[in-house]
Each structure stands twice: as structure tokens, then as C-alpha cells.
């Protein structure tokens, strides 16, 4: 119990201290809501019906694509993880408390998001906010799976950020956030459907909380896990 004390007074001083945590989750999701929200909804006015939908899966896809990460290897490549050894904090529970870290502010930044979007562009709100929370905490959920993935196998911070903008810009090109998927070539659409963002956004439409666009999160998300599992093990060898 100690130990978990520890380690959560621990990233609680280093998400104070984090940089990367407030770009990615703060500055540049809402400076980007506030730039395209304005140009999205003069040019399509249609779109303050997905707008609040469109913007959530952005910011918690550069959350976690971006912000995340480096976090992780802040941690496992440094001597953060000879710290928490020495106080006994199990090698597990730095990933797991940097997720549940980055999982509340992805949230908190998507509530400021709706919030705004209604006053600044009069979005329409999800008529189910219950399905709708469900959704974007499945997907953020989903989403920082595949974040801790990347921060525990990728040990090069140069390296890192390609292969993250690699994750990150297909997923937000290729889910019909920014433009109708149906504008896409067939081979295009495809490819996006490997991309939990697809099925994230779909999920968080009204009406689409259904098995058809879960199943595919679900086991994305299982097969995270069980790799976060071997990565771990591994970092425990070392």
C-alpha cells in the first residue's frame, strides 16, 4: 500500500512538471478546437452536429499518440524505475498510474471541449450523454493502450515521436473527423479501419453504440494489454 502511495504522489509531482502532459493534452488540443471549430462550422454548418464527436477523438488521439509516450520513457528509461524499486513500487504501477493519469486529463479536456463547442459554436450535444461518455472512455481507454505501447517498446525519444505522428495523423485523416469518409478511395477507407479512431468516432455518434463498432475496440484493447503485460516482464529483467 505504501509503495502505491508512493508512486502515485510520485507522477503526481511529475505531471505538475510535465510539459509534454500540458501541450499535448491541454494547449494544443483546445488551441486546435478553437482554430478549426470557427473554420469547421462557417464552412460546413452541418458539421456542430459531430463537432463536439470529432474534436474529443482529436485531442485524446494526441494524448495518448504523443503525450503519453515520452512519458513512459521518462519512467522505464531513466532512473525513475531504479526509484521505485528501491521503494518497492512494482514495476507495473508506473504504466498504470501514468494511464489513469493521462485518462482523466484527456477527459477533463473533452468536458471543456463540449462545454465550449456549445457556447462558442453552437454544437449540438449527444442527446445520450451517458453512451456518449461510455464511447469516449472506451476509446480513450483503447487509445492510451496503444500509447503505452509505443512508450514501452520504443526507447529512442526521436524514433518515438515518428512513429507516434505515423499512429497519430492516419488516425485523424482517415476516421471522417475532419472531412466524410466517403470522400475517401476505397483502399484509403481500409487502411482507416485499422486505426481504433474510425471506430471511436462511429461510437460516439448517436444511435452507434452498438456491437458492430465495440467488438473491434474491445480487442484492440486486449491484445494491448497482453503486450503491455510481456513489455513489462521484460523491464522487470533489466
Not at 510520485?10 to 494544443?28: A, E, F, G, H, N
Not at 497519430?168 to 483502399?187: Q, T
Request: aromatic share 12%; glycine share 6%.
Amino acid at each position: 500500500m505504501s509503495g502505491f502511495l508512493y508512486g502515485i504522489a510520485l507522477q503526481c509531482k511529475l505531471d505538475i512538471r510535465s510539459k509534454s502532459l500540458l501541450i499535448t493534452c491541454y494547449i494544443v488540443p483546445l488551441i486546435f478546437f478553437l482554430l478549426m471549430g470557427g473554420i469547421f462550422t462557417s464552412v460546413m454548418p452541418e458539421m456542430r452536429n459531430t463537432l463536439i464527436q470529432s474534436m474529443s477523438v482529436m485531442s485524446v488521439s494526441m494524448g495518448a499518440f504523443i503525450g503519453l509516450p515520452p512519458s513512459l520513457i521518462e519512467t522505464y528509461g531513466s532512473d525513475i524505475k531504479k526509484i521505485y524499486k528501491a521503494n518497492g513500487v512494482p514495476i507495473y504501477l508506473g504504466l498504470v498510474i501514468m494511464f489513469l493519469s493521462a485518462f482523466v486529463h484527456l477527459i477533463i479536456t473533452c468536458v471543456v471541449i463540449m462545454l465550449l463547442a456549445t457556447i462558442l459554436f453552437e454544437a449540438t450535444l449527444p442527446e445520450q450523454l451517458p453512451g456518449f461518455f461510455f464511447a469516449l472512455a472506451l476509446y480513450t481507454i483503447v487509445s492510451l493502450s496503444i500509447g503505452s505501447i509505443l512508450g514501452l517498446i520504443i526507447k529512442n525519444q526521436a524514433k518515438l515521436t515518428m512513429i507516434a505522428q505515423l499512429v497519430f495523423l492516419p488516425s485523424i485523416m482517415l476516421s471522417g473527423i475532419m472531412f466524410p469518409i466517403d470522400l475517401l478511395p476505397d483502399f484509403l477507407k481500409m487502411i482507416g479501419r485499422i486505426f481504433p479512431a474510425y471506430w471511436g468516432y462511429r461510437l460516439m455518434l448517436e444511435n452507434s453504440l452498438c456491437l458492430e463498432n465495440l467488438w473491434y475496440l474491445i480487442l484492440v484493447f486486449f491484445a494491448a494489454v497482453i503486450l503491455c503485460g510481456i513489455l513489462l516482464k521484460k523491464q522487470k529483467s533489466k
